[in-house]
C-alpha cells in the first residue's frame, strides 16, 4: 500500500484454496462438499470454501418435483462446467446421487457399521485428500483426517492402488457419501496431554522448526509447543534461536504451560 504496509487476506487466501480444490474435482472427477446459500427459480447457489457455484434445478435431484432444497443445508456435488474468468463453475449433486450403486451400498451396511476399521483401496489422489474404495463404495478420507497434525503433506503417503486401514467415520447412502479417517486409528495427542503432562513436568520432544522468536517442538504427532526464545537461555541478551537449537534435533524440555481450550 502507500504506506508501506503490506495488505494480507484470510479470506482470499481460502478462496484460491477452494478454487483449487474445485479445478481439481473437475479433473479427477471427484465430488466434493458445499451448502445451498441462495435459492433462484432456475436452480441455486451453492457455497464451497467462498466461491459461489451455479447447480441448475434439474442438476439439484433425480427428481425436481421432490421439493425445494433449504439454505443451509449441506450437499455433495460434481463439476459440470468451469468457469474461469468468473471463478465459478457449473455443478450437479445429481450426478453424486446416479453414481450410487446400491448393490455395493448394501455389502457396505451389511458388514460394516460407523466407527469400524476396515481396508479399502486408494483411487484417486486429489489436494483435498484421498479417495478410497471400501466395499465398491468411493468414500474419502478427506486431507483433514489423515494426521492430527495441521499441516501434513500426504500425497507421497499414498499410491493408487495402495491398500490401506481406515476408520469409517460416516456413512450417508442417500447422498452416496463415505467419509473415512486415518488418524483417528490413533490417540488424539490432546488426550494423551491431559493424561500424561503437568505443569513442570519434563518431557522429550523434536524440534519442527526454528524462528527469531523460539523453537517448536513436537512431543507427539500433532502436539507442538513453543519453546520462546526467553526460555532456551538463561542470558539476557539471548542470541538468535539458531545459536542454541535446529530442526530435527531430540531435546529435553519443561512443561511451563497447557491451555486445551486453545489447543
Known sequence: TGD??????RKEADRRISWQNI????????????????????????????????????????KTRRGRLSIGKEIDFKVLELKDKQRSAVISHRLVIEERNDE????????????DVVTGAVTKKV????????????????QSDISWKKYVSF????????????KILSMDRENNRLSLGLKQL?????????RELVPDQTATGTITSVTDYGAFVELREGLEGLVHVSELTWSKRPRHPRKYVEEG????????GLDFDEK
Open 4 to 9: 508501506g504496509m503490506i495488505r494480507l487476506s
Open 23 to 62: 479445478r481439481e474435482a473437475k479433473e479427477a472427477d471427484a465430488s466434493l462438499t458445499g451448502t445451498v446459500d441462495k435459492t433462484l427459480n432456475h436452480g441455486y447457489i451453492v457455497d464451497c470454501g467462498g466461491i459461489s457455484l451455479f447447480m441448475p434445478l434439474s442438476h439439484s435431484d433425480l
Open 104 to 115: 455395493s451400498w448394501n455389502e457396505l451396511a451389511e458388514k460394516h457399521n460407523e466407527g
Open 127 to 142: 489436494s483435498f485428500g484421498v479417495f478410497v474404495s471400501v466395499c465398491g463404495v468411493e468414500g474419502l478420507l478427506h
Open 155 to 166: 500425497k507421497s503417503m499414498f499410491k493408487i492402488g495402495d491398500e490401506i486401514e481406515v
Open 186 to 194: 490413533s490417540e488424539d495427542p490432546w488426550e494423551w496431554a491431559a
Open 249 to 256: 534435533q531430540e531435546i529435553e524440555v519443561m512443561v511451563l
